[in-house]
């Protein structure tokens, strides 16, 4: 079975964070909710999400795709935990894909995912990193080899429709789109 790990921060964005996790699991692909703590994590906007595992416990599982959420402080947590940025360096290494979104993409940065790529963010959040060899795009999502990126809440729902698509095929997102009723 397909899997996915959303590892999440305090101050999540809860749009993103909840988009995710709901259209993931509607394409039938596994998806861990993994805390980088135990318990209750509250998001930016006040959602208090109980985790699937503590994160410490699925750090040797093998997934499909690592999804970060954005917010802040959210992202920031995720750019400076050790074990996201290891996890982020070992799905790149075995080539796996590997998605942020929002403010998120700070911390596939500082990974070393963005060099010599095209992404996108929440505006001013790859310019404020002045990235040299990475190209920012003003698209709502940017599909770069195993690297995805996107824009903010705005652009969360398209962001997990691309990543069904890429993980499980077009069949499936149009399966899970037209049961959203999006105009």
């Known amino acids: ?77 995720l750019r400076d935990d050790a074990r996201v940025q290891a996890l982020l360096k070992k799905m790149a290494a075995a080539g796996r894909y590997t998605a942020a979104i929002c403010a998120a993409p700070m911390a596939l940065a500082k990974a070393g995912l963005l060099d010599g790529k095209h992404a996108t963010a929440y505006p001013g959040v790859l310019e404020a990193l002045d990235l040299a060899n990475t190209e920012s795009r003003a698209d709502a999502v940017v599909v770069d080899g195993k690297v995805v990126t996107s824009q903010g809440p705005g652009t969360a729902m398209e962001f997990a429709l691309t990543l069904i698509e890429l993980l499980v095929g077009a069949a499936m997102r149009k399966q899970v789109e037209a049961g959203l009723v999006r105009l």
């Open 1 to 77: 079975m397909t899997s996915v790990l959303i590892p999440l921060a305090p101050g999540f964005e809860d749009l993103e964070a909840v988009t995710l996790v709901d259209l993931l699991r509607r394409a039938g692909i596994e998806v861990v909710i993994a805390g980088l703590q135990r318990g209750l994590i509250q998001g930016s906007r006040g959602t208090r999400i109980e985790p699937d595992a503590y994160l410490d416990d699925v750090l040797a599982r093998d997934f499909d795709l690592i999804a970060l959420p954005g917010g802040l402080p959210g992202a920031e947590h």
